[in-house]
């Protein structure tokens, strides 16, 4: 069964743009490194919640747009070698790829596929 890395991260509004061009550019060097599929979606209706919500969790500011994303991977072990492989390309170093949001606010995660209709 496949495997999915989940993401959200809030991005300047005004960044849109350039955050398309930054995400195009790591979806092709996860495609390479063994990833599926690279899914990035700009927020369009996402509320402010009362005790929880994806612009509290990543404490997103009126300037900011939640960006939910995600990879998905044959299986566990090939997005373990392929994330070591990425995060070590330098296509996405910073001086190449510059990181167009606050990384420190970024909500990331791992998850095995259960139900895939």
């Not at 350039?18 to 790591?26: G, H, K, L, M, T």
Request: charged share 25%.
């Amino acid at each position: 069964m496949t495997y999915v890395n989940g993401f959200v991260v809030p991005v300047p509004t005004a960044n849109r743009e350039v955050y398309r061009q930054f995400a195009e550019r790591a979806a092709a060097v996860f495609k390479e490194h063994g990833a599926l599929k690279v899914v990035e979606c700009w927020g369009d209706e996402v509320p402010e919640g009362k005790v929880t919500s994806f612009p509290m969790a990543i404490k997103r500011k009126d300037d900011e747009t939640v960006v939910f994303s995600w990879v998905v991977w044959p299986s566990h072990q090939s997005r373990d070698e392929g994330m070591k492989a990425v995060m070590t390309d330098p296509r996405l170093q910073p001086d190449k790829n510059p990181i167009p949001f606050d990384g420190q606010r970024l909500i990331y995660g791992g998850f095995e596929v259960i139900v895939d209709a």
